[in-house]
């Protein structure tokens, strides 16, 4: 059960985190309007608000979560500590073992959130923002596409010289059937035309089947089939794994690595940090506290100084360990963890030298 001085805390911290939020958006909407302003005139207002903005702010404010998690814990306990209330809590008997408990409830609160959010709730709204930027700001689609091969099942490959996102069509395309190490089958069409889900048009088409040492021809001008495969496989786009939920994210890795695909590591990369995210809300408010909890020469400010600091730090440190995966320096899981194991060991650190002082 939580006592008056816990519901305290958790109120002071929950309130400093949003309102640091909603200070930072406040500068963020400035900057982004001077640095888009071209591009939002000539879209239409309400698109301007209601696909973009509406769903950039909780986009932003989630990235940055744990920056606003860290700022919080250091501008709130330093003014506690400077106006002597922590050590009011001490003298009482409090240990700092207890004082944390209701810090890491808030974190747990803000964990919570941020997971659900990036999970669940963000990918969809991400949709309509990046569909807004690729019409007015920046167009990042992947639309044309040009020797592609990729297995669509166990034993088929599937080839197209080009595909063309906007008609839906391929050209010359081919699916190669092999039992063992034999072919089984072959299929060729000068086009393929996509449907919906896994249904493809194959037009001009000819299938060669290869039983009992004999090969049997069938032609045809056009064929409605299923060929589990969709363009969303092969033509992928720079931010494609932000419109995608946690769920569908971990299929989706799952469904290319079984077909051979290599260039989804923006796409684990992404699965990796939204977990990593929610593990630093944690780690640092321990940090936080564990800094601000003592007084010190210079006031809030040098708190604030250095809590500024580390939490950039820890933004920059993940960024850079992020593009090492991308480039196959190292796998996505161990970049996106490395930031929080080492800053795990400087909260360790930190707290036992502020709890026994």
Known sequence: ??????????????????????????????????????????????????????????????????????????????????????????????????LLRPYLFSALIIATLTYTLDAYIIPPANVKRINYTNTYVKNKRVDYGSNIMLMVAPGQIAYMSRYDNISKIGSRFSLESFDGNEISSRLTAQSIKWDTLYNWQIRDYVIRDFRDNREYITKGSVLDTIIPFEPSDFLIAVNDHEKMTTPALAEYIDRQKSRGVGNIKSFEVEYQRRYAMTAAAFILTVIGMALSSRKVKGGIGVNIGIGLVLSFSYILFMTVTQSFAISGMTSPFIAMWIPNFIYTIIAIILYRRVSRA
């Open 1 to 98: 059960m939580f006592k008056i001085l816990d519901r305290y805390i958790i109120r002071k911290f929950l309130g400093t985190y949003a309102f640091a939020i909603v200070l930072l958006l406040a500068i963020v909407i400035m900057f982004d309007i001077n640095e888009k302003l071209d591009s939002f005139l000539k879209a239409p207002l309400k698109a301007t608000i209601v696909d973009y903005f509406i769903n950039f702010l909780p986009y932003f404010a989630n990235q940055f979560s744990p920056l606003f998690t860290f700022i919080a814990v250091i501008f709130f306990t330093s003014k506690l500590a400077g106006n002597s209330e922590i050590i009011a809590m001490l003298s009482t008997g409090m240990s700092y073992k207890r």
